[in-house]
């Protein structure tokens, strides 16, 4: 009955020690070897309209109303924007701008953005990027971090540049010109 008893401990400890062995961190994960990495230019226009019938973007929270920043310091904007080819709002959609941006200067007019650029058109449709920053707004030129993407853009970095193409100050209603760069 020992030696029975202490064959039985030994398959079991032999059994325990394979399954440990088999239960390291390299069972729940796999490494897989990258290609090449792409380098990708997209030049679109982005037409953020607050005014009129159909806005694209709308006002989602605002400071209290004895807050009188001039940089509307706090209000909360959520888009929609259609993205086009060139800077006419008629010109070929290639996408939506979809997110949120508020301002976040007390100083200046300092926009928080996080927003997801959506793409429709050609070998693009159906991919995103995502930009995540600050966008300086009254700057000519800004530049702001690309942080991840979808479909053709899965683990995309990468930066965007903006530029106004036309503001209406008494609307807000802006075309911006985006030139974006992207490792993926």
Known sequence: ???????????????????????????????????????????????????????????????????????????????????????????????????????AGQNELALIMAMNFAFTDGIYNGSCISLLGKNPAMNPVREMPIVGGTGLFRFARGYAVAQTYWLDVTTGDAIVGYNVTVVH
């Open 1 to 103: 009955m020992a030696k029975a008893t202490l064959v039985l401990l030994v398959i079991s400890l032999v059994g325990v020690m394979q399954w440990a062995n088999s239960t390291n961190a390299e069972s729940w994960a796999s490494r897989l070897e990258a290609e090449k990495e792409n380098v990708t230019n997209l030049q679109f226009y982005f037409h953020d309209i607050l005014s009129g019938k159909n806005p694209t973007a709308i006002k989602v929270a605002q400071p209290s109303a004895d807050n009188k920043s001039p940089t509307l310091f706090g209000s909360i904007m959520m888009a929609d924007d259609p993205l086009t080819e060139g800077p006419d709002p008629s010109s070929k959609p290639v996408g939506r701008a979809q997110g949120i941006y508020g301002s």
